[in-house]
């Protein structure tokens, strides 16, 4: 079945890099696009970024220039890494499969993994 | 990008109909998406394409709208409802959520 699972620290340091990393299973990244969604605590759900099954990425236009999404196909992983970390980037981080026949839409999340921006 | 603009917080009795708006700033035609999360878990995908029911959820919801103004229903809400509701588009990038309509049952 499908599922995925985000890993990473749960605390970073003001101005420090961030990696996540999000292994699937039960489908390929050459077939589904995986994105990343973030969440303040308390609050409603932004979209981060993702990486297209063909490989490519697209970003949230206001982390961009601090982001970088990335792939191993053969290990099934999905990497987040983002720069410059700040207080305002304490969220919970999901992954999440887009199912892209007829409609594009997030058919499978990961539980999320709590990553808190603090000294 | 599209702003998606969803009411905050609604209150029922169990056994009611609800109808959680959702409307965009520009059309996204049915690209439209329904999501309901509970206090510590992730999200989970109710309707998707504005009107088509995932499989595995309650026949209780039901998704309706094109354009730029979209409606989930839930008839009869039911205790275990109690959560909070997103809409998503995909017609238009970037990808946007709503900030979300907290339903509580009274």
């Known amino acids: 079945q499908v599922q995925l699972k985000e890993s990473g620290p749960g605390l970073v340091q003001p101005s420090q890099t961030l990696s996540l990393t999000c292994t699937v299973s039960g489908f390929s990244l050459t077939s589904n696009s995986v994105h990343w969604v973030r969440q303040p605590p308390g609050k409603g759900l932004e979209w981060v970024g993702a990486?297209?099954?063909?490989?490519?990425?697209d970003y949230n236009s206001a982390l961009k220039s601090r982001l970088s999404i990335s792939r191993d196909t053969s290990k099934s992983q999905v990497f987040l890494k983002m720069n410059s970390l700040q207080t305002e980037d304490t969220a919970i981080y999901f992954c999440?499969?887009?199912?892209?026949?007829?409609?594009?839409?997030?058919?499978?999340w990961g539980q999320g993994v709590m990553v808190t921006v603090s000294s | 990008d599209t702003v998606l603009t969803q009411s905050p917080a609604l209150a029922v009795s169990p056994g009611e109909r609800v109808t959680i708006s959702c409307r965009a700033s520009e059309s996204v035609s049915t690209g439209m998406h329904w999501y309901q999360q509970k206090p510590g878990q992730q999200p989970k995908l109710l309707i998707y394409g504005a009107s088509n029911l995932e499989s595995g959820v309650p026949a209780r919801f039901s998704g309706s709208g094109s354009g730029t103004d979209f409606t989930l229903t839930i008839d009869p809400v039911e205790a275990d409802d109690t959560a909070t509701y997103f809409c998503?588009?995909?017609?238009?990038?970037?990808?946007?959520f709503g900030a979300g309509t907290k339903l509580e049952l009274k």
């Open positions: 998503q588009q995909s017609w238009n990038d970037p990808y946007t």
């Open positions: 990486i297209w099954s063909g490989g490519s990425t």
């Open positions: 999440t499969r887009e199912f892209e026949i007829y409609n594009n839409y997030f058919d499978y």
